[in-house]
């Protein structure tokens, strides 16, 4: 950019700076948020509920063990329930999101036959795909939504049944547009084989993945049945959070599904919602690197120290897979990856990382009960990272396969918001003067 006109945009953050008292003033929440950190409410829903605080008789934020809620139902019971037959937990998990309730064998199979109805279009996968090669595959991914949004004839109808019929294509297609767009980035980007394999209707989402990523298309079972309980918590988180408020947003203006989603995916992108399973995977990596997996308690608190301080990784000052906005004492979601993190570590021989991963995470909770007189909670990110690295799932894959998993969680906030809001979302913003009156 031209040096005069960066002098000009410096100047002009002197001359237009909003003093953080004024939104005090004015009872504006920042991000919004309260000023004890909960959202602000946005909407009803029936969906899903983040459960991570409590409610005294004075109105009082109180802390408490984390839950998520799919439609009346803990997180740790519909895992279980769900994947009972050890497959297809996460198609099940789809149909209890949008519908309410866990199929019947019938209604399963009626589910199931719609979703393996879609296919990619003829020549998409050439012309869209392998053509048009990207770095960045949550970028790629907006791009192909948007490619799709001219193959459907029907996209402009926003009608709810429509809008389930479109959000059902895209579920069924988005594995494939994810592992294409990798293998195409992995080939003419950076010069590895490119291996293609057809899609195979007779696997389950999660299965389809790993034989679509795999050299040979060979699927192990239980790396199939963890990569199902991966997809079944991260497919709905509330309302309120970014990508699923972003698409409520959009949608709102009355536009069309394939826009919607592709604003979703943008949200998910940033590293402050989905992509921070990687940062914190980074900061692990470069933290075992240094200190190395036997180091001792003392060295531990000593680099936690440093994060802190901003004095190490990034400089931010932040403890990347700690913390949530909802959670306060745990993050359940954490409580079960752990679970299966330390069996999958067992099976993998890599025991040493996974027991440094459960150090780190106490002496970070002891670090700010002690100094800072606060809980915090290690939240999903922390233990994720490791374990789709365990499972052979390539960096570039992380985000857009939580793009994968709560994209029936897009679909089904977005049809409630249809069905009983059909509002435009329109909050106001307060004007300043020079003086801030």
């Not at 036959?113 to 990619?120: A, G, P, R, T, V």
């Not at 084989?193 to 899609?199: A, D, K, N, P, Q």
């Not at 921070?276 to 120290?305: F, K, L, P, Y």
């Amino acid at each position: 950019m031209n040096q005069q006109l960066l002098n000009l945009f410096e100047q002009s953050k002197i001359k237009n700076h909003i003093d953080h008292e004024l939104y005090k003033k004015y009872n504006v929440k920042k991000g919004l948020r309260n000023e004890d950190g909960t959202g602000v409410l946005i909407g009803l829903t029936r969906i899903a509920d983040v459960v991570g605080y409590i409610r005294d008789e004075m109105g009082n934020k109180i802390n408490c063990e984390g839950d998520l809620i799919y439609r009346e139902i803990p997180i740790k019971e519909v895992c279980e329930t769900a994947l009972k037959d050890h497959r297809l937990g996460y198609e099940k998990v789809c149909f209890l999101l949008l519908f309410g309730h866990f199929p019947s064998d019938n209604e399963f199979d009626v589910f199931m036959n719609e979703l393996n109805s879609y296919q990619l279009p003829d020549g998409f996968l050439a012309n869209n795909i392998l053509a048009h090669p990207s770095s960045n595959l949550m970028n790629m991914l907006q791009s192909l939504l948007l490619q799709l949004y001219c193959t459907d004839e029907l996209a402009e109808d926003t009608s709810p049944e429509n809008t389930l019929r479109c959000g059902l294509s895209i579920l069924s297609r988005f594995p494939a547009l994810m592992c294409y767009s990798w293998q195409s980035k992995a080939h003419f980007i950076e010069g590895n084989s490119l291996i293609i394999h057809s899609v195979n209707h007779q696997l389950s989402m999660a299965e389809n993945i790993l034989h679509l990523l795999s050299q040979d298309g060979s699927v192990d079972e239980k790396e199939a049945e963890l990569l199902d309980l991966l997809l079944i918590l991260h497919a709905d988180h509330g309302s309120g959070n970014n990508s699923t408020f972003s698409n409520l947003v959009v949608a709102s203006t009355g536009t069309d599904l394939y826009s919607a989603t592709a604003a979703s995916i943008g949200s998910l992108k940033g590293p402050k919602h989905g992509g921070a399973n990687i940062t914190c995977r980074h900061m692990m990596m470069e933290i075992m690197d240094e200190i190395g997996c036997d180091a001792s308690d003392d060295v531990i608190e000593q680099m936690i120290e440093r994060l802190l301080q901003k004095d190490y990784f990034d400089h931010s000052g932040l403890i990347y897979g700690f913390g949530h906005a909802v959670y306060t004492l745990s993050d359940p979601r954490c409580e079960i990856l752990k679970q299966k993190a330390y069996q999958l570590a067992l099976s993998k021989g890599n025991l040493a990382e996974f027991h440094f991963y459960q150090r780190f995470e106490t002496k970070v909770k002891e670090r700010f009960i002690h100094d800072q007189r606060r809980s915090i909670c290690a939240n999903v990110d922390f233990y994720s990272g490791l374990v789709y690295e365990m499972l052979g799932i390539p960096e570039d894959l992380v985000t857009p396969l939580f793009a994968c998993s709560r994209m029936v969680g897009w679909l089904a906030h977005n049809i409630e918001e249809k069905l009983y809001s059909n509002r435009i979302i329109r909050p106001a913003g307060k004007f300043i003067k020079e003086k801030g009156d």
